[in-house]
């Protein structure tokens, strides 16, 4: 279906938008979020909310903390995942980015931070689970990594059953590349290997999904995502049995969809 300059299209349970370009697909995945907040904010008298970082979530994120009427006061926020052992205003952390491109910008009414620099890892986790497990989130924008990878359950490390919601991985030389090429570290040996995430249970677990996915790098993991068959050989393919995900893509990202959309 045509809107616009916007191709809208059903594929099974999951939605697609095709966008201009990655501004564009990123006002209108800031708009559904608004959205959602505002009509969650009717009913709930808290809302958690997990975002998602690195470059796919640029785009979101500016146009979010620009929209005046979001009920931030309301939202508790958390992230998905943080690196271990890099300080939390390394310019690659997780922690400062979201600092920087949300909580400072909005009054949001709680944010809380994935310590990778605890003295108790394991125990770090934990509790970060049970804080988001006691917050019952009902929104998450997220992305897509280069190797299919949601937050960082790359693909040897995913479980579609994993019995804890947050854990320590260890990050493919894939991960590590992109975090290379997106800019985040002058090269892949100061990439740490090592990161505490939300496991995959405890992503589909939250009612509504939004997922940006601009640029050219993404291309071929979202023609993958659309199309393989759902294993954690790419671990992005579970979105398809999610109830409520929709994702968010530009021309660029969307460039080998032709043989795997049909409007």
């Known amino acids: 279906m045509e809107s616009g300059r916007v191709k809208k299209i059903q594929l099974g349970r999951i939605a697609v938008e095709i966008h201009q370009d990655s ?11 608004a959205e959602t907040l505002r009509k969650l904010a009717e009913t709930r008298r808290s809302i958690g909310v997990i975002f998602a970082t690195g470059a796919s979530q640029m785009r979101t994120l500016e146009a979010l903390a620009s929209i005046d009427d ?64 006691k917050a019952d989130p009902q929104l998450c924008l997220l992305g897509i990594g280069e190797n299919g990878h949601l937050a960082f359950n790359d693909p040897g490390v995913a479980d579609f059953a994993d019995q804890c919601d947050a854990k320590i991985v260890y990050l493919d030389t894939a991960c590590r590349g992109q975090q290379v090429a997106e800019g985040w570290f002058a090269g892949i040996d100061e990439v740490p290997d090592a990161a505490i995430t939300l496991t995959i249970p405890a992503l589909l677990r939250v009612s509504k999904l939004i ?24 671990p992005a393919t579970i979105l398809r049995t999610h109830p409520d995900t929709t994702i968010y893509l530009d021309r660029e990202s969307a460039a080998e969809l032709d043989h795997v959309l049909v409007s």
Not at 23 to 33: K, L, M, P, W, Y
Not at 102 to 124: C, H, M, R, W
Not at 214 to 234: M, Q
């Open 211 to 234: 997922v940006s996915v601009p640029g050219p790098r993404k291309a071929a993991v979202v023609r993958r995502a659309l199309s393989e068959a759902v294993s954690t050989d790419c």
């Open 23 to 33: 501004r564009a697909a990123g006002v209108a995945a800031a708009q559904s979020a």
């Open 70 to 133: 979001v009920p931030w006061n309301k939202v508790h926020g958390f992230h998905m995942d943080e690196y271990i052992g890099i300080a939390s205003d390394h310019p690659a952390s997780f922690r400062r980015y979201l600092r920087e491109r949300l909580t400072q910008k909005v009054p949001i009414s709680a944010f809380y931070e994935i310590d990778g620099n605890a003295p108790d890892l394991g125990k770090a986790a934990k509790d970060y689970s049970e804080l988001v497990a």
